[in-house]
């Protein structure tokens, strides 16, 4: 098993900028593909991005290409989510995830396809 927890949330005008946290306990953090999703109020959780085990494929959401980076440090068993140039409408509480199971793809898009979840850190973007 595997506890996530995501640091780095706050305030941020848009345009700014804030870089997520999440540090995962235990010694097979290198075994996990993770992901970061977000829930807006009012609305179902949806993916933003993930990445493969040991850092070399990502996937995206296309609401954050190119302003959002996923990367991870395995030997601090920590995954990180850079995000850039960001708008009032990226405003939600962000969580990471981490999944156990077997895959050939890092693109994993669904919750369901998790199996363990920090306890989110809540992100606001003032216009």
């Known amino acids: 098993q595997v506890q996530l927890v995501e640091s780095g949330g706050g305030l941020a005008q848009a345009g700014g900028s804030l870089r997520l946290s999440c540090a995962a306990s235990g010694r097979t953090f290198s075994s996990y593909i993770m992901g970061w999703f977000r829930q807006a109020p009012g609305k179902e959780r949806e993916f933003v991005a993930a990445l493969s085990k040991f850092g070399e494929y990502t996937y995206y959401a296309d609401s954050v290409k190119g302003r959002f980076t996923i990367s991870r440090d395995n030997a601090k068993n920590t995954v990180y989510l850079q995000m850039n140039s960001l708008k009032p409408e990226d405003t939600a509480d962000y969580y990471c995830?981490?999944?156990?199971?077997?895959?050939?793809?890092?693109?994993?898009?669904?919750?369901?396809?998790?199996?363990?979840w920090g306890q989110g850190t809540q992100v606001t973007v003032s216009s």
């Open positions: 995830a981490a999944r156990s199971r077997y895959s050939s793809t890092v693109e994993r898009i669904t919750p369901r396809e998790y199996d363990y």
